[in-house]
């Protein structure tokens, strides 16, 4: 999640402090953090990028895959839907590899060993030690704001984790959490020809949706925990609490998708948990928007403002368990990525 970072105690550097402001209202925290959002979107519509993503992604394979799924006794509704699912069950398992815990790298360190005290077989883990600035030209070139630096608890070893901005950094990294998954898979789904939305969740994550003109809606892609159409994903496998959820396209800019994510029970929880009003909210939105969209012709707009019309008119139909959309595979709550300990520290183990 480094983006949402950018661009926090900017204006701090002013001569003298300010007279005591009256209370007033709380601003809208998110602002900075959708508008990083937002203007990293352009770079997943570099040629360049989806090319050199091309180079990466084995696109004949995926073809099969889908190929195979459409063939089978469970198709999807369309090719593109199959190609989405093919793309994000191929990513984790075969392209990424999730960083939390880092094992320690000095080969003469002991292995890591179990409750009774026998050797797993296994490095010992590191823990995040501190949070550094890029140092290296590599790091510096990656767009790496903040690196992370991890040590090794029995031998003092340290390992350094930058969170690498840059795709091309990430497509030769291929490491990360939910942020660098989310970035990276916009572009691959760019790349594959699918239209791709960056999903941002208040709660600190992150995922993906594809377009669906089968389904003519927008469909729910999270590269982490290889998971399509799953969009009760979170608020009920993993029981988490979630207050606002902003979808980024680069043609339609940020629409609050909070209600596709947001079953209704838990739709009082998430209004209590926001601290700003709808209008705050709704008036960024509109600004990035209309930076997005002021660029566009009237019919592209039209096909837009239509495609606005069946998600909200879909989620109003299928915001309940269990309707297309909203399932969750029997036995999968709770979530897959990052170990325990951090799961629950998260909220995040479906408990
Ligand atoms: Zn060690």
Request: with cysteine; charged share 30%.
């Amino acid at each position: 999640m480094a983006l949402v970072h950018l661009g926090a105690n900017l204006g701090s550097k002013c001569s003298s402090p300010p007279p005591p402001q009256p209370a007033r209202a709380q601003k809208f925290p998110f602002e900075q953090a959708l508008i990083n959002c937002d203007e990293q979107m352009d770079q997943y519509e570099r040629e360049d990028m989806q090319e050199l993503a091309l180079t990466h992604v084995p696109i004949d394979q995926l073809y099969n895959t889908a190929s195979e799924i459409q063939s089978s006794l469970t198709p999807l509704p369309s090719f593109d839907d199959a190609l989405a699912e093919a793309l994000v069950k191929w990513f984790k398992p075969n392209f990424m590899e999730w960083v939390d815990p880092m094992l320690c790298t000095n080969s003469l360190c002991k292995e890591e060993v179990d409750d009774k005290g026998q050797p797993t077989g296994k490095k010992v883990k590191m823990k995040m030690r501190r949070m550094d600035g890029p140092r290296s030209a590599e790091e510096k070139q990656g767009g790496a704001g903040r690196v992370e630096v991890h040590a090794c608890p029995n031998c003092g070893t340290e390992s350094r984790f930058p969170r690498y901005n840059s795709l091309e950094s990430l497509m030769k990294s291929r490491k990360g959490r939910c942020g660098e998954f989310a970035n990276l898979f916009t572009v691959f789904l760019r790349a594959i020809g699918l239209r791709a939305r960056y999903v941002w969740n208040a709660e600190d994550h992150v995922w993906n949706e594809y377009y669906s003109t089968a389904l003519n809606r927008w469909v729910h892609l999270d590269s982490c925990e290889n998971a399509r159409d799953q969009h009760h994903l979170y608020s009920k496998g993993w029981g988490k609490k979630m207050s606002l959820v902003v979808a980024f396209s680069v043609d339609g800019g940020a629409m609050d998708v909070s209600r596709t994510y947001i079953p209704e029970d838990k739709w009082d929880e998430a209004m209590r948990m926001r601290q700003y009003s709808d209008t705050q909210l709704e008036e960024v939105l509109q600004r990035i928007r209309a930076r997005r969209r002021g660029y566009l012709s009237k019919s592209e707009l039209e096909r837009l403002e239509a495609e606005d019309y069946r998600d909200h008119n879909w989620w109003k139909a299928s915001n309940k368990s269990g309707a297309e959309g909203n399932q969750i595979p029997e036995g999968e709550s709770g979530r897959k990525s990052g170990t325990t300990e951090w799961t629950e520290a998260r909220g995040e183990a479906g408990k």
